[in-house]
């Protein structure tokens, strides 16, 4: 059981807007900010957001990141093919002396 | 070209202590915070561990602590995880990460097997 909570999968359309949303709690999304991973299979997992709403150099602006209260979520925008992969959302959490935590992700199927 | 690479995985037995080492090179090693990440087969992402700079802060998650150690060796510039007392669950691949929490840059990743 996953301290964040995503759905455990997505699917949209090629040019379709779909978003992810990520729920925690007070300790961790609701006092810290929130990052998002891509994992492709088989690779490495790519920081995609960072600091809620912020692009590492190379993200496309399709992605884009929120956060309101313990909630956060990742849109993705123009979906293309390519964005099929698991998307994680993940913050630190100041319970038990500090610790990060991850949702348990989401499977995102490009139909 | 910041690399990170990892090392020392392999399969041991329950009750097995296992230690991982992860190489760095392509950046200031001692300016970074470093992690470790693991993920069981088909699994999710689990946070493992990470140290400060210079070694004198350390976290752990809850399921590893008191059986993992986070070290690392500024001179050689070289992250370590020491695993005892693993236990089936512990089985996964475990990634090395440039970086307290935002984690733009990680290392391939190295399967730890634990079983009889």
């Known amino acids: 059981q996953s301290v964040l909570t995503q759905p455990p999968s997505a699917s949209g359309t090629p040019g379709q807007r779909v978003t992810i949303s990520c729920s925690g709690s007070?300790?961790?999304?609701?006092?810290?900010?929130v990052n998002w991973y891509q994992q492709l299979p088989g690779t490495a997992p790519k920081l995609l957001i960072y600091?809620?709403?912020q692009r590492p150099s190379g993200v496309p602006d399709r992605f884009s990141g929120s956060k309101s209260g313990t909630s956060a979520s990742l849109a993705i925008s123009g979906l293309q093919s390519e964005d099929e992969a698991d998307y994680y959302c993940?913050?630190?959490?100041?319970?038990?002396?500090?610790?990060?935590?991850f949702g348990g992700g989401t499977k995102l199927t490009v139909l | 070209e910041v690399q990170l690479v990892e090392s020392g995985g392999g399969l041991v037995q329950p009750g097995g202590s296992l230690r991982l080492s992860c190489a760095a090179s392509?950046?200031?090693?001692?300016?970074?915070?470093m992690s470790w990440v693991r993920q069981a087969p088909g699994k999710g992402l689990e946070w493992v561990a990470n140290?400060?700079?210079?070694?004198?802060?350390?976290y752990s998650g809850d399921s590893v602590k008191g059986r993992f150690t986070i070290s690392r060796d500024n001179a050689k510039n070289s992250l370590d995880l020491q695993m005892n007392s693993l236990r089936a669950e512990d089985t996964a691949k475990y990634y090395c990460?440039?970086?307290?929490?935002?984690?733009?840059?990680w290392g391939q990743g190295t399967l730890v097997t634990v079983s009889s």
């Open positions: 990460a440039r970086g307290r929490w935002n984690y733009v840059y």
């Open positions: 392509g950046f200031t090693f001692s300016s970074f915070s």
């Open positions: 140290i400060n700079e210079d070694g004198s802060e350390k």
């Open positions: 007070s300790s961790n999304i609701g006092s810290n900010t």
């Open positions: 600091n809620n709403n």
């Open positions: 993940a913050a630190w959490d100041d319970s038990l002396n500090g610790r990060g935590v």
